[in-house]
Nanobody, 117 residues
């Protein structure tokens, strides 16, 4: 049983920064993976970034490389997504999700990120 709760979304001007947080409750394992996804109105959900629970392995979609950073703080059971140089096209509802193996089985409720031009 794993529960995920996102926070930190909001309204920001283009070029600004936000840091999203994902608070994780429940038991995690060494193989646990956390991913960030986003979904804009009328579009399908897309992968943004992921990290092993230890933070030793990360992955990013091409459009956010160099701008976004995913990190984990195991002591706080929290995963972060630092978003810099935000663009209007980053506007979406952002979700964190967890997986032990295969697909992502656990999802948060989402947090809205709006980037104005």
């Amino acid at each position: 049983q794993v529960q995920l709760v996102e926070s930190g979304g909001g309204l920001v001007q283009a070029g600004g920064s936000l840091r999203l947080s994902c608070q994780v409750s429940g038991r995690t394992f060494s193989t646990f993976v956390i991913g960030w996804f986003r979904q804009a109105p009328g579009k399908e959900r897309e992968f943004v970034a992921s990290s092993s629970w230890s933070g030793g392995s990360t992955s990013y979609t091409t459009s956010v490389k160099g701008r976004f950073t995913i990190s984990t703080d195991n002591a706080k059971n929290t995963v972060y997504l630092q978003m810099n140089s935000l663009k209007p096209e980053d506007t979406a509802v952002y979700y964190c999700a967890g997986a032990y193996s295969g697909g992502y089985d656990y999802w948060g409720q989402g947090t809205q990120v709006t980037v104005s031009s």
